[in-house]
């Protein structure tokens, strides 16, 4: 077998299902030798595409996601995808083709330095130099990928690697001398983290996208439930406990709930779990008071102090260190400061109110996702729409709520949401229903992608919210450029669903709240993708 | 105020590209580094002295461990160390200031290694604060070019990374 026999075969034998990729010239050996091997491969319309495609499917499977695209433009394509999954910690093995290995550094057609390029986002690289060495490469790519804190690895293949004929040996553990993450939580601190929690009088959980990374969903709720701590979460925590779970206090942060931020500011003890607590959360830093005392418990130890001081650091795997403190049978808080914030919670109310222009985002949100499955997966998008997503989105247990947290990608979501349609149909019993929800902008970023859906029978509901405007930006413009709007003008843009129409896909725009719920029935009820584009006034607020 | 750090590696391609990376990202100021082999060919060991507050040296320290190419960190507290710096430095002389140079390489134990008409070069290796020492020395006259290592250090007694 050739060196691209040898990348699928150990492709097979690590249960790889799907590929998400787009060929090119020096990755024509890898998809030569694709067909008949039951691994089926997806077609992208552009490859960043294929990146968020493999991060949406990792997220719901639970492994890595697997893309392929070719040297040069294809691969630099592909960093931002990586950027992204990097930042939000989600396994990915990308597979670049690269020119031949005797061209290397001579700046021939489509060569791109791909491994020094994506240095900086990649948990790991490697510049495939022997194609005998594929095996363990691939295996070690995938062990990297998916333990510790996981992230993208990137495998090039100079050509000639692909088509040199070898033997195929994948036996052999992976052992990576320099590479020995922490699973179990050290002992001496875990009592710390009970003594901690025993003397606390308002202790508090920030959970971040640490929980799902560790698949410590079911775990998380145990957890809290027999502490009796209240739980705010950052941007990529939300979902870790259903929304309106009892000890849920909403999302921290810049853009999060007050009472989640007053919670924070009140809490003498505060217990992170999976959370890096960026700036995004930077009300955190500033409104943490000095005497809080700060409990990290992160599988990155390089996380644990580096936006916040520490008072108790543990290193491990946030599920494993959840089950040792239970072990111990911590004491369950009383009900005072859970009703303090709970009093707090209720005492808001959500602004649902109708619109005389368009409809209530924030409202549509709350409707559409009441009225989803309980287990849907709702990728939101970059904008607006992410923070309307957000702050009113309903997640029953099962539910996810898919969206890029740390890099803030643009047109993430839909690519994301083919992905981990995909993965539910591999990884579910029960398929699970899924939409990605984007803004004009995000959807002007990724709609060739509605192709993809077409081509390969991926049924991903697509909702527009449709402003005209980059809302966001225009809202930092009105709040901080004393409303001077630049190049925040959508004028031009199509009819989001006239192009879905012009893809096959069937869609209705809504103008009133009336027609959005209609839209929503329809939605819900129509075999295959289809696009719901909902008006919205260009002036409405995020929060 | 200084750390030195010893880094134990894999001795194999992009691995110090990583490490260099890694400090120009993420903005750590990089006083020297020194690479060498081991006594096991297939590890290498960066020497690298960074200034910068505890903070800092903490973040240097977690976010070399997060390398996988990278085997085991460690700060080095100056009292526990030994540490070395070589230096080769030519200066430009003439017969009436030739003496006072071979003083000052004598006072300051250094080897002369050349010599011409109008330089002499000098090696010399002692702690860097001795170098720097000698450098100042010989600033008075012209030094034409210099060549200087990064720090290398090994902690004393039998204790090792």
């Known amino acids: 077998?050739?060196?691209?026999?040898?990348?699928?075969?150990?492709?097979?034998?690590?249960?790889?299902?799907?590929?998400?990729?787009?060929?090119?010239?020096?990755?024509?050996?890898?998809?030569?030798?694709?067909?008949?091997?039951?691994?089926?491969?997806?077609?992208?319309?552009?490859?960043?595409?294929?990146?968020?495609?493999?991060?949406?499917?990792?997220?719901?499977?639970?492994?890595?996601?697997?893309?392929?695209?070719?040297?040069?433009?294809?691969?630099?394509?592909?960093?931002?995808?990586?950027?992204?999954?990097?930042?939000?910690?989600?396994?990915?093995?990308?597979?670049?083709?690269?020119?031949?290995?005797?061209?290397?550094?001579?700046?021939?057609?489509?060569?791109?330095?791909?491994?020094?390029?994506?240095?900086?986002?990649?948990?790991?690289?490697?510049?495939?130099?022997?194609a005998q060495d594929?095996?363990?490469?691939?295996?070690?790519?995938?062990?990297?990928?998916?333990?510790?804190?996981?992230?993208?690895?990137?495998?090039?293949?100079?050509?000639?690697?692909?088509?040199?004929?070898?033997?195929?040996?994948?036996?052999?553990?992976?052992?990576?001398?320099?590479?020995?993450?922490?699973?179990?939580?050290?002992?001496?601190?875990?009592?710390?983290?009970?003594?901690?929690?025993?003397?606390?009088?308002?202790?508090?959980?920030?959970?971040?996208?640490?929980?799902?990374?560790?698949?410590?969903?079911?775990?998380?709720?145990?957890?809290?439930?027999?502490?009796?701590?209240?739980?705010?979460?950052?941007?990529?925590?939300?979902?870790?406990?259903?929304?309106?779970?009892?000890?849920?206090?909403?999302?921290?942060?810049?853009?999060?709930?007050?009472?989640?931020?007053?919670?924070?500011?009140?809490?003498?003890?505060?217990l992170l779990i999976g959370a890096r607590v960026s700036d995004r959360a930077v009300l955190l830093p500033d409104k943490v008071r000095r005497k809080t005392k700060i409990i990290h418990i992160d599988i990155d130890p390089a996380e644990i102090g580096k936006n916040l001081d520490t008072f108790l650091p543990v290193v491990g795997d946030v599920k494993t260190v959840m089950e040792q403190i239970l072990s111990y049978r911590p004491k369950r808080k009383g009900d005072e400061w859970v009703g303090f914030l709970t009093e707090k919670k209720n005492g808001k109310s959500p602004d649902h109110g109708g619109r005389a222009d368009g409809v209530n985002p924030k409202a549509f949100v709350s409707k559409l996702s009441k009225a989803l499955p309980d287990r849907f997966i709702y990728c939101a998008d970059v904008g607006q729409n992410q923070l309307w997503s957000a702050g009113n989105i309903d997640i029953r247990a099962g539910g996810r709520f898919l969206t890029t947290g740390g890099m803030g990608t643009m047109g993430y979501a839909i690519a994301a949401a083919a992905g981990a349609k995909i993965a539910s149909e591999v990884s579910d019993a029960a398929e699970r229903f899924v939409i990605a929800v984007c803004g004009d902008g995000s959807f002007q970023m990724s709609m060739m992608e509605l192709a993809t859906l077409m081509q390969h029978g991926i049924d991903v509901k697509v909702v527009v919210m449709v402003n005209g405007k980059l809302g966001l930006v225009r809202e930092i413009q009105t709040d901080v450029y004393g409303d001077r709007q630049v190049a925040v003008d959508l004028a031009g843009s199509p009819d989001p669903v006239v192009i879905a129409r012009a893809y096959g896909i069937d869609g209705a725009a809504a103008d009133t709240m009336e027609q959005a719920e209609a839209g929503i029935r329809e939605l819900l009820s129509h075999k295959g993708p289809y696009l719901l584009a909902v008006r919205v006034g260009e002036r409405e607020s995020s929060l | 105020m200084k750390h030195t750090i010893a880094v134990l590696v894999e001795n194999k391609?992009?691995?110090?590209?990583?490490?260099?990376?890694?400090?120009?990202?993420?903005?750590?100021?990089?006083?020297?580094?020194?690479?060498?082999?081991?006594?096991?060919?297939?590890?290498?060991?960066?020497?690298?002295?960074?200034?910068?507050?505890?903070?800092?040296?903490?973040?240097?320290?977690?976010?070399?461990?997060?390398?996988?190419?990278?085997?085991?960190?460690?700060?080095?507290?100056?009292?526990?160390?030994?540490?070395?710096?070589?230096?080769?430095?030519?200066?430009?002389?003439?017969?009436?200031?030739?003496?006072?140079?071979?003083?000052?390489?004598?006072?300051?134990?250094?080897?002369?290694?050349?010599?011409?008409?109008?330089?002499?070069?000098?090696?010399?290796?002692?702690?860097?604060?001795?170098?720097?020492?000698?450098?100042?020395?010989?600033?008075?006259?012209?030094?034409?070019?210099?060549?200087?290592?990064?720090?290398?250090?090994?902690?004393?007694?039998?204790?090792?990374?």
């Open chain 1, 1 to 130: 077998m050739n060196g691209a026999q040898a990348i699928i075969k150990s492709l097979q034998k690590e249960g790889v299902t799907h590929i998400f990729g787009y060929p090119g010239a020096t990755i024509a050996p890898l998809y030569d030798k694709l067909p008949g091997t039951g691994i089926r491969h997806i077609l992208v319309r552009h490859e960043q595409h294929a990146g968020h495609a493999a991060g949406g499917y990792a997220r719901i499977a639970g492994r890595p996601g697997v893309c392929a695209v070719t040297s040069g433009p294809g691969a630099t394509n592909l960093l931002t995808a990586l950027a992204t999954a990097y930042m939000d910690s989600v396994p990915i093995v990308a597979v670049t083709g690269q020119v031949d290995s005797s061209l290397l550094g001579r700046d021939v057609f489509q060569e791109a330095d791909i491994t020094g390029a994506a240095e900086p986002f990649t948990k790991y690289s490697y510049l495939v130099k022997n």
């Open chain 1, 134 to 270: 594929l095996p363990r490469i691939v295996k070690e790519a995938f062990h990297i990928a998916s333990t510790g804190r996981p992230g993208p690895v990137l495998i090039d293949v100079p050509v000639d690697v692909q088509l040199t004929e070898t033997k195929f040996d994948f036996t052999g553990n992976v052992d990576i001398r320099g590479y020995k993450p922490t699973v179990k939580g050290h002992a001496g601190q875990i009592k710390r983290v009970l003594r901690t929690l025993e003397h606390a009088q308002c202790p508090l959980i920030c959970v971040g996208g640490g929980i799902f990374a560790a698949k410590a969903q079911d775990m998380f709720a145990q957890f809290v439930e027999t502490v009796n701590i209240p739980v705010v979460s950052t941007l990529m925590g939300i979902g870790a406990l259903p929304t309106a779970h009892p000890l849920y206090m909403g999302q921290v942060g810049m853009h999060g709930k007050s009472t989640a931020n007053d919670a924070i500011s009140e809490a003498d003890v505060l």
């Open chain 2, 13 to 161: 391609a992009g691995v110090l590209s990583r490490i260099s990376g890694l400090f120009a990202r993420r903005g750590f100021n990089i006083d020297s580094l020194a690479v060498g082999p081991t006594e096991d060919a297939r590890i290498s060991r960066v020497t690298i002295v960074v200034d910068g507050d505890d903070y800092m040296a903490e973040q240097v320290t977690k976010q070399l461990n997060k390398l996988i190419d990278v085997l085991k960190v460690r700060n080095l507290a100056d009292s526990e160390i030994t540490r070395r710096e070589l230096a080769l430095v030519k200066v430009k002389v003439d017969e009436s200031k030739r003496g006072e140079i071979v003083d000052i390489a004598k006072i300051m134990n250094c080897e002369i290694v050349d010599i011409s008409h109008t330089t002499l070069m000098i090696e010399f290796d002692d702690r860097p604060e001795r170098v720097d020492l000698l450098i100042d020395l010989l600033s008075k006259y012209s030094i034409v070019e210099m060549a200087r290592t990064g720090t290398i250090a090994l902690q004393k007694g039998h204790g090792s990374v």
